[in-house]
Structures are given as structure tokens and as C-alpha cells.
């Protein structure tokens, strides 16, 4: 077995590991500790997987420098989620101390974990014990007694796995809620499985090598939308790699053609380019790159038959129409970028003058990546944005790392918190004194929300069944039942305080308009001097988002 790590071997390591979580995301999603639909842990950690995979893809070599560079900025760009922007982080010490080498032997591997656990406690701003940071914490600080016995690399990784087993193991003694929820912790649980796709690959288990090309998923159901213009997805003319979208049919395929000359042509043109899609049989082979080379993948293709229906576009020069159309004489002052899921909640933040929204899916935070392209799509110096979720907050922050715009995060964590900030902010004040305003607006607001319970378990001094609705204040369980408007009404009544005036339901799309009304006439004569407003929230998996201020 193999004693050093080469570029190319590496490469393998990280596709082995990144498949390897897509299989398990859904194992690693059931241990959130918040028996909710929306658990999304092994989710955000597979994307952020995914996207080095991505770049890797448009590696032409396996250059050590060149691989380790693809990782990190590819990590960097698909964070999303507290989870999987610790873990670009994590890739980002790895790779920073493997980029000046020519082959990893354990050593190596075992100071890159250390300075793995560095830079991924340096992203956090309060690091807390019984996560994934304790996780490589601990197998960073085995890993070098490891290595200076143990030269053999299968037997390395073994090792230093098991350690980070044991603190696995122990995440509930260092965590309560984790103890209370009878579950590991899903960060550390995900880095392990990561680390036993890398074991594999230097076991020999190629197994989860699978079609690079199978793991291009990284935008998901994410969807940009603009308020006044028709979105335009573009970025400077250095971020385009690849000059030419180049698309053809072959035809009349020679009689010598075979599968693998299909499959070798795909792997061809993803070395001259990305975006690659090269399907068909032996009767008609479709074919898409965007390549710096159109006159090679020609060549190339022209080796199993006939070209058909060829075309080739110039990219740089419809980005410079494009820009030309699009960009105003003069960029405003602020800009704001809202992420929500459900159409209702999307308009309610256009009508709120937000310039753009980013509307995730279930279960699905956007990128670093996805907040950074938003933000470019603003004609403005600077863009706020509101998270509206504690999960997106450290991603939205990365994203400045990505943008040409200079982005400032508003710490909102809920859906109100947002439409709060958003009401607050004036174009006319200063971004410091528009922070200041939004950071104590939110203060005021409080907020709440209805789902149900994915598991059986007990948390919060609730015993769950799975199936349960339970309404949720901004840190814990406040209530259980199983009528969704009771469980509402009963969650606004634990909520309440003396200060309140007005209260504002957001329903989701899997409650009647007509059960959301009966409830509104039912909260208007529990509270008659109170202000109650409800709107179609359309938002997925939480029948009620609620807000009280």
C-alpha cells in the first residue's frame, strides 16, 4: 500500500470522499439534534464536498499546487451551512500546507491536520467543544504521535480515524443537548465518513470513484430572482475560464466506435473544458463544452464520425453586451440581498425593496458561492444581506471572499428578523449607522415557528413521537400537539410578553388559507388589543413562521 499521497492520488482521495458522504448525507442529516424536517448537515457538507470536486474536474493535471488549489477554492465557494464552512475551512489548512509539496507522507498528513483545526477554530467566533472542530481537534493532536511511528499510510489514516472515533464518541458528554437528543455529533460525523472515503482510495478500494462529471449538483433548486430586471447571471470577464460554448451532433457514427471511445471523448473534452456534456449511443452523439479549444474537441469528435449541427459562441463578447445592457452609468450606494424559501416570503422581501432574493429548497442553504453571485447581480458599492438564518450567516460572510461587491452581513436569524431589517434600512444613512439600527430592531423581534417531528425522542423536556407538530421558539421546543392551530395558538401564547403589539403569521404551503383565517379570527379574540397580521408565507416544511414584536 501506498506510503506517500501524490497530486494524483489525492485528487482520487477527495472524490472517494465526497461520494462517499453523498451516499451517508441522509445518516448525518438524522443527527441533528432538533428532531426537524430540516436538518441539513450531511446536506451542506456533501455540497461543499461537491464543489471541490467540481473545480478538480477542471484540473488538466495533477500538479500538487494545482490540485490543492482546486480544493480549497472550490470548498470556498460551495460552503453553505455552519457545517460546511467549517469543513472548507478544514480543507483550506489541509491544503495550505500541502501546497508546497511534491508527495504527503504521514508527517505531512498530520501537521496539515493540525493546521486543518487552526484556520477552521480561527472561521468560528465562538468556537464550541462537542462539534466537528472537537473532532479534528483530537485527531489533529493524535495524528503526529501517530506519524512518527507509522509510515504506512492505510495504517496512518486507520489510526488517526479511530481517534477521532473516541472523540466522536464523547461530543455528548461535551455537548448536553447532544446527550439530551441521544445523538453524536453530525459535523464530526461527516468529517469521518470524508476520512474513510480517503481511507479507501489508499486501501484500493476505488469503489466510490465514480463519474466526475455525476457530482456537478452544486446549484440545486437554489433560484436567483431580481425585483425590477430580468436576472442576469454574470460575473467579471476574468472569472470566464473558457471562452467558447461549443455544441454539436456527431452522425454516422464509424463502423469501429465502440462505448469507450464515447466515455474516452467525454474525458478528453474535460480536460480541454468544463460544462461538458457528451451523450448518445452508436447511432447520434450529443455534445456541449465550453473550452478555450473548439478546434481540438472538433478533431477529437471527428474520430468516431460526423460532425452535424455545429456551434460555437463567443462568451466573452455576449458577457460584454450583456454588461453594456445591464449595468447602469452609476452603481447606488446600498444594495440588499434576502435569502428565504417560498414564493410568498420572496415577494413580501421584493415589495420590501430588496433587490434580490435567493430562494433555497428544502433543506438547501445557499453557497458562499450562490450569496457572492447574488450580490455581483446588485448595481450597488455595498449589499447588505440577510441570512434570516443562523445556519447561512457564516457562508453569507465568505461570500465577500467572492464577490466585486463589498458585502456586509446583517445577522438576522429569522424570517421576521428579516422583514424587520429590511423595513429598517434607509439608503440615506451610513452602512455603519444602517448596521446599528437593523442589529437593535431585531432585538425587539421574536420569533417562532410550526413544524413537526422527524423522530421519536425526547428534547426540551418534551417526549416526541415522530409525526408530532411542535412549535419551536428561537432556541428550543415551547410545545407539542397534534392539531397545527392549536400548537400555533399555544406556541404565541409561550412567545408572549406584555411589550408585544403586534403579531404576523407567515403560512406555509401545506396549510389551508381558509384554516389560516379561522386561526387569525380565533388569535383576534384571545388578543383584541394586539395588531394580527397573516400572510402566505409559501415556505416548505414549517406550517407556521411567527412573529411577535
Avoid: W
Avoid at 482546486?70 to 501546497?99: C, D, H, M, P
Wanted: net charge negative; aromatic share 6%; hydrophobic share 40%.
Amino acid at each position: 500500500m501506498d506510503k506517500v499521497i501524490t497530486g494524483a492520488l489525492l485528487r482520487k482521495m477527495v472524490v472517494s470522499g465526497s461520494n462517499y458522504l453523498e451516499e451517508n448525507k441522509e445518516y448525518v442529516n438524522s443527527l441533528n439534534v432538533f428532531p426537524v424536517p430540516d436538518g441539513d448537515t450531511g446536506t451542506n457538507m456533501s455540497l461543499t464536498m461537491q464543489s471541490s470536486v467540481k473545480e478538480l474536474n477542471m484540473c488538466t493535471n495533477n500538479n500538487m499546487e494545482t490540485i490543492c488549489d482546486a480544493i480549497s477554492k472550490g470548498a470556498l465557494k460551495g460552503a453553505r451551512g455552519n457545517s460546511g464552512v467549517i469543513l472548507s475551512q478544514i480543507l483550506k489548512g489541509i491544503t495550505t500546507y500541502f501546497n508546497n509539496l511534491k508527495e504527503i507522507k504521514t508527517i505531512d498528513f498530520a501537521y496539515a491536520l493540525i493546521e486543518g483545526a487552526n484556520v477552521a477554530y480561527k472561521a468560528v467566533t465562538k468556537p464550541k467543544e462537542g462539534t466537528i472542530l472537537t473532532v479534528i481537534k483530537a485527531m489533529a493532536n493524535g495524528a503526529v504521535k501517530i506519524a512518527k511511528k507509522e509510515s504506512e499510510m492505510q495504517e496512518f489514516l486507520k489510526q488517526v480515524i479511530d481517534i477521532g472515533e473516541e472523540a466522536l464518541a464523547m461530543t455528548p458528554e461535551l455537548l448536553p443537548v447532544l446527550k439530551k437528543a441521544g445523538v453524536v455529533d453530525a459535523g464530526g460525523r461527516g468529517l469521518l465518513i470524508i476520512l474513510n472515503g480517503f481511507l479507501k482510495i489508499v486501501s484500493g478500494d476505488e469503489s466510490e470513484l465514480k463519474l466526475l462529471a455525476e457530482t456537478d449538483k452544486i446549484s440545486g433548486n437554489l433560484v436567483i430572482n431580481a425585483t425590477n430586471a430580468e436576472v442576469v447571471n454574470y460575473n467579471d470577464l476574468s472569472d470566464i475560464e473558457f471562452a467558447y460554448c461549443t455544441e454539436f451532433f456527431i452522425i454516422n457514427i464509424n463502423k469501429k466506435t465502440t462505448v469507450a471511445d464515447i466515455d474516452k471523448l467525454r474525458e478528453t473534452l474535460m480536460d480541454l473544458g468544463d460544462s461538458v456534456i457528451c451523450i448518445g449511443d452508436l447511432n447520434l452523439i450529443k455534445v456541449h463544452v465550453h473550452t478555450n479549444q473548439p478546434g481540438i474537441a472538433l478533431t477529437h469528435a471527428l474520430k468516431l464520425g460526423e460532425l452535424n449541427g455545429v456551434k460555437i459562441e463567443n462568451m466573452l463578447e455576449q458577457f460584454r453586451a450583456l454588461k453594456v445592457q445591464n449595468e447602469p452609468e452609476e452603481l447606488k450606494k446600498i444594495g440588499v440581498v434576502s435569502i428565504c424559501a417560498g414564493e410568498g416570503l420572496a415577494t413580501l422581501f421584493k415589495d420590501l425593496n430588496v433587490d434580490y432574493v435567493i430562494e433555497g429548497g428544502q433543506t438547501m442553504n445557499p453557497s458562499a458561492e450562490d450569496i457572492a453571485h447574488a450580490c455581483d447581480q446588485v448595481f450597488a458599492e455595498n449589499v447588505f444581506v440577510l441570512p434570516n438564518n443562523k445556519n447561512i450567516i457564516l457562508a453569507a460572510e465568505l461570500a465577500n471572499d467572492l464577490s466585486k461587491r463589498n458585502i456586509h452581513v446583517l445577522p438576522t436569524t429569522s424570517i421576521p428578523q428579516g422583514i424587520s431589517a429590511a423595513i429598517s434600512i434607509d439608503p440615506e444613512l451610513s452602512i455603519e449607522d444602517n448596521k446599528v439600527n437593523v442589529e437593535q430592531i431585531i432585538k425587539g423581534v421574536i420569533s417562532g415557528s410550526v413544524t413537526y417531528a422527524v423522530r421519536t425522542t425526547t428534547i426540551d423536556g418534551f417526549k416526541l413521537k415522530e409525526g408530532d407538530i411542535i412549535g419551536l421558539g428561537e432556541k428550543k421546543i415551547v410545545t407539542k400537539g397534534q392539531n397545527i392551530s392549536k400548537v400555533t395558538e399555544d406556541t404565541i401564547e409561550k412567545l408572549m410578553t406584555d411589550d408585544i403589539s403586534t403579531i404576523s403569521l407567515f403560512y406555509g404551503n401545506d396549510v389551508n388559507p381558509v384554516d389560516a383565517g379561522a386561526l387569525v379570527d380565533k388569535l383576534k379574540e384571545k388578543y383584541p388589543d394586539i395588531e394580527i397580521d397573516c400572510n402566505e408565507g409559501g415556505q416548505p416544511l414549517y406550517y407556521y413562521l411567527i412573529s411577535l414584536e
